[in-house]
């Protein structure tokens, strides 16, 4: 900020960034989810696609799109070719992550192009000013092979060091009833989570929210795992659901109690939903609740709890959705 006549008091003031988020998608199959996220407006976001398939690349329609390589044939499985060619697109990261406060990078571990860009572009973006660094990832199932699931859990470890935190979809955890239905499934999971991690941090919200809660968040995991769990329905939908929220929980959790921090928001359609159905906190364990005067909630049983309210203009109007981010003791 600086005073340009001291005599008029003119100040100016620095200009509003085009965009709060950027996101990465990274390989064909995150390319493709990030397309889709693209394709429904995210609002304050930059959207990027990087892969070394040209037909994938051509194939995306609303996001930008950069091709890694010369040849556009694919990896070829070979990570250290990947590794090599996606140092080329160094500049296009680096201008990408020179203005937004949050990046978010959308992996599908398992191919060479997704983890090897992946690590690639997560090192270079540790010199940026980028203030929350988000990993996305999904981890093949079995029966891809258990070198290959092996292999991106490994990835998955060394990727920690270079973000402030992850959330992880596994395929083994997806009921489906054939390989492409397991495939539909998890793209889209991967849009709603990533859209949902997003929209804290580009959406205003209702309540008193900011970046710093969703850092907090990341600070506070265990090995900086967030889970992430949503429902979406009518109001009598939500309150059955919210009567067994340990069973909400995924595994790791034995209780509520293990429960470190939470990010639990609320999303309307509009502001008369939001007055119909302010009081969704009354639904919620002893351990949770608190009056939507407050920010944060401290009890007994969990650290931390912010809750947050936003509007979503593509909810149907009769429904909530309702996103917790979570963070695990142990």
């Keep these: ?42 609002s304050k976001t930059r959207m990027c696609v990087f892969g070394m398939n040209s037909q994938e690349i051509d194939d995306v329609s609303f996001a930008e799109k950069y091709l890694i390589g010369d040849d556009g044939l694919g990896s070829g499985k070979d990570y250290l070719t990947a590794m090599y060619a996606s140092r080329k697109l160094l500049p296009v990261v680096n201008e990408i992550l020179s203005v937004p406060v ?20 997560l090192m270079e973006a540790q010199s940026s000013a980028v203030k929350a660094k988000m990993l996305i990832a999904t981890l093949p199932h079995h029966l891809e092979g258990e070198d290959k699931r092996e292999r991106a859990k490994r990835m998955l470890e060394e990727l920690k060091h270079y973000v402030d935190g992850i959330m992880v979809i596994d395929y083994e955890n997806i009921d489906a009833t054939s390989v492409s239905s397991l495939y539909k499934r998890a793209d889209d999971m991967l849009v709603d989570m990533t859209r949902a991690f997003v929209r804290l941090s580009t959406v205003t919200s209702i309540l008193c929210f900011d970046l710093n809660d969703t850092r907090t968040l990341m600070h506070l995991a265990k090995d900086k795992i967030i889970d992430f769990v949503t429902l979406t329905g009518n109001i009598d939908y939500i309150k059955e659901r919210l009567k067994h929220f340990d069973k909400l929980l995924p595994a790791r959790y034995a209780s509520i109690a293990d429960i470190s921090d939470m990010i639990f928001e609320e999303c309307f359609a509009n502001l008369d939903e939001f007055e119909r159905f302010k009081n969704i906190g009354e639904f919620l364990p002893d351990a949770l609740t608190c009056s939507f005067g407050e920010e944060i909630v401290e009890s007994e049983k969990v650290d931390r709890v912010v809750f947050s309210i936003s509007l979503d203009k593509e909810m149907k109007s009769d429904d909530i959705r309702i996103n917790m981010f979570i963070a695990c003791k142990h």
């Design 1 to 42: 900020m600086k005073v340009k006549d001291a005599d008029k008091l003119v100040i100016d003031f620095p200009p509003d960034p085009d965009y709060y988020a950027a996101v990465f998608g990274v390989g064909g199959a995150a390319g493709r989810v990030v397309d889709r996220l693209a394709g429904r407006g995210m």
């Design 102 to 121: 949050m990046a978010v990078y959308v992996v599908c571990l398992g191919g060479a192009t997704g983890e090897s860009c992946a690590k690639t572009f």
